[in-house]
């Protein structure tokens, strides 16, 4: 039978098993839009194409699987383009769908016509310009296989819009067929015994984990490698709740913003498990001085990442997963057994010494406020956050005890990330509690998309932590610029009023203002079945601690206060 | 310092403009590069002569590794493999110097493959230093035009 291309695309959509698809319709895509019509796959009609793709990371992020945005060619493209970026720093499988003008037209500078498949070419883990209707299938699986396998990432599929009209015979493909692209999954075991060797020689190990554990579905592993071998934890903000936090072998985050004991702990290390991991700027700080004392064991499944930004000496490539499944079955045949107990308890004095705290005197403090949201939420709350000071005190604050759960825009630092991240994940998990914590500076940036939230009666209830200011922004002109403030105010009560802009997009929108209020009225939020929009007027000219200034090093930190 | 890779790549568009923009957001310059199809007309082999700067080969190497269109990457060792070049040359040859010209040409196992009144174009194949030693002797008599391919490279043996 005789369909034309943006059929085919559907049926292809649905063989890899997409249910919900983010989107806006558009002149290039009216064939895709005409075809969803006779299909089983839900579309989320946002109101801007940048939600629609973090809507699909944040739907990513808790259901495992790729998600999947779509967008008109030109400007409904260039607007997808901060998503796809934001999804490939934090390795989110997702495809993009674009439309684009009629191939006879590409080239011509035509109405609506940008080169997206050229303009995504440095943020997308692999892209597709489909120019036969008879490539559609093959492409749109290629593309799920590349997103969703390996190192998970961002792949753009762009269709001229003659391509989507052109009639074709729908063929199955016949797996993903490429020569090029084949990750390696175990683990080498020469590689295994000898990271097993330098745990052994070990005094003082740790292990830094990140987001590859979630994205390999290895929180189990970790916790069973990190229990057996009785060794402290400390995640990257991509790796909480990959490790419990409340368990004493938790030191939380590391770097920049992390706990001075876990910052301590990785410069005394005599071995460093790093699971997962990239050695990014913001956790290592200086890099010459990052682990010098330690010997590195480097777990990952991109081979780039070795040796990228910080030398290791024993490199392990492979899937977390199974990696640390390996080593585990290693540990079976010759357990390590060691109590550890003078590591633990040096690392123990710093943290009595220096505990992650604030000053808490009753007022309305940001870290109070994000407190009380924990102390009231379901205890498997997913929690999406925006960038800027509210996502670095959740990280210290919030604590994150299973995986899964924290969504936060870490590598591309994006505000306007967290409520269509929130968005996305209810769609992932509708009986779940989700809430989006974000600052009155990120919200603004998609605010639009709580038209979603409401025609959907999506529950999520979003959270301004509302200082008035650009706080993270603030904070380093404050630190670093001696307190001349540039461009950073916006006063409470200067527009919008978050209330009213709830209600008008028929939300209901609070006020909380003082600790007693914020206790009493949060029950009552969070079991609300809509939507809600809690204006948190907190204190203004918090800073978030502890803190490794740019460029510095992690040793610092901890000598600073020591 | 100088680095050769040659890369088998799939025959698809869009593959020479990942490699490049490679190259350039990893702050590597490319000093040449060739392609051209092999044996197997679905697959091309890229031979990319560039300098290294702020990162190490390998680091170049994995990222070229990671594209989906890439198949192999391999470091070219000097000791190890053949490289040539081909330079076409049009020098001032006025009739009073053609023959001292051709001398030159003909040591290098080059040809001379046009002659006009005041001009000649020759054709010379060699590794860079060959070709950078026959420009230099060409300086005397007054270049016009070079167009040089880059190089290509295999390993030798096996």
């Known amino acids: 039978m005789k369909i034309n291309g943006a ?91 674009t439309g684009n003008v009629p191939s006879y037209n590409i080239g011509t500078d035509a109405f609506q016509e940008a080169d997206i498949y050229g303009i995504t070419m440095p943020i997308v883990k692999h892209s597709y310009l489909v120019k036969d209707v008879e490539e559609i299938p093959q492409a749109v699986h ?36 490429l ?166 308890e040096a690392i123990g004095k710093i943290r009595e010494k220096y505990p992650l705290d604030y000053d808490d005197n009753g007022e309305l403090k940001p870290q109070t406020a994000i407190r009380l949201v924990k102390k009231h939420a379901a205890k498997d709350v997913i929690v999406a956050v925006d960038v800027g000071q509210h996502q670095m005190w959740t990280a210290q604050y919030f604590g994150f005890h299973s995986p899964d759960r924290m969504l936060s825009s870490s590598g591309l630092g994006t505000m306007g990330f967290g409520m269509p991240a929130a968005i996305g994940a209810q769609f992932a998990a509708p009986d779940r509690q989700v809430v989006c914590i974000s600052g009155d500076g990120s919200i603004q940036m998609c605010i639009q998309e709580l038209a979603v939230a409401r025609t959907n009666d999506l529950p999520v209830k979003i959270f301004v932590i509302n200082n008035g200011y650009l706080g993270m922004v603030r904070q380093w002109q404050e630190m670093m610029y001696s307190r001349r403030y540039s461009e950073v105010s916006l006063p409470p009560d200067a527009p919008p009023d978050f209330v009213k802009l709830a209600e008008a997009y028929g939300i209901r929108g609070e006020r909380l203002t003082s600790v007693e209020q914020m206790d009493r009225a949060l029950p009552g939020i969070l079991a609300d079945k809509g939507p809600v929009f809690i204006d948190v007027r907190v204190t203004e000219e918090e800073n978030v601690t502890p803190m490794v200034k740019p460029g510095g090093s992690v040793s610092e930190q901890v000598e600073d206060e020591v | 310092m100088k680095i050769t890779i040659s890369a088998l790549v799939e025959n698809k568009p869009g593959v020479l403009t990942r490699i490049s923009g490679l190259f350039a957001r990893r702050a590597f310059n490319i000093d040449s590069l060739t392609a051209g199809p092999t ?120």
Request: with cysteine; charged share 25%.
């Open chain 1, 7 to 97: 059929a085919a695309l559907i049926k292809q959509l649905e063989a890899e098993g997409v249910t919900v698809v983010f989107g806006y319709p558009g002149g290039a895509v009216l064939p895709i839009y005409d075809a969803i019509l006779d299909s089983s796959i839900r579309h989320v009609l946002v109101r801007h194409e940048q939600g629609a793709s973090h809507m699909a990371d944040g739907y990513a992020r808790v259901s495992g699987k790729v998600g999947v945005c779509l967008a008109t060619s030109g400007p409904g493209a260039t607007n997808l383009v901060t998503g796809i970026a934001n999804a490939h720093m934090d390795s989110i499988p997702m495809v993009a769908i």
């Open chain 1, 142 to 177: 290629q593309a799920f296989h590349i997103a969703g396998t390996g190192r998970p990432g961002p792949v753009l599929v762009d269709i001229p819009s003659d391509i989507l009209k052109a009639a074709t015979v729908y063929k199955a493909p016949d797996g993903p067929n």
């Open chain 1, 179 to 344: 020569e090029g692209y084949k990750p390696t999954v175990e683990g080498h075991p020469r590689q295994i015994k000898a990271a097993l060797k330098a745990v052994r020689a070990a005094k003082r190990p740790i292990v830094y984990s990140g987001g590859g554990v979630l994205r390999s579905g290895a929180a189990p592993e970790l916790t069973e490698f990190a229990n057996r071998l009785n060794i402290p934890v400390t995640t990257t903000v991509m790796g909480l709740g990959a490790f419990p936090e409340d368990d004493p072998k938790s030191l939380g985050m590391l770097g920049m913003h992390g706990t001075s004991y876990a910052n301590w702990a990785i410069t005394r290390a005599d071995l460093i498990m790093a699971i997962g991991v990239r050695f990014d700027d913001r956790v290592t700080g200086r890099k010459d001085t990052f682990g010098s004392q330690a010997t590195i064991v480097h777990i990952d499944i991109d081979p780039a990442e070795i040796d990228k930004n910080v030398p290791v000496k024993i490199p392990i490539v492979g899937d977390v997963k199974s990696v640390l499944r390996q080593l585990l079955a290693e540990l079976d045949e010759e357990p390590i057994d060691e109590n550890r107990d003078e590591w633990f």
């Open chain 2, 39 to 158: 044996e197997n007309p679905e697959i091309s082999r890229m031979t990319i002569v560039a300098t290294q700067a702020a990162h190490p080969l390998e680091q170049i190497e994995k990222q070229l590794h990671k594209l989906v269109n890439v198949i192999r990457v391999t470091e070219m060792d000097p000791d190890n493999s053949v490289g040539r070049e081909l330079m076409l040359i049009k020098v001032h040859a006025p009739p009073n110097k053609r023959i001292e010209i051709f001398d030159i040409v003909n040591t290098f196992r080059g040809k001379v493959i046009d002659v006009s009144r005041s001009t000649l174009v020759a054709e010379v194949t060699g590794d860079t230093d060959k070709l950078r030693a026959f420009q230099e002797l060409m300086v005397n008599y007054g270049i016009v035009e070079v167009a040089r391919t880059g190089k290509v490279a295999l390993s030798r043996g096996r």
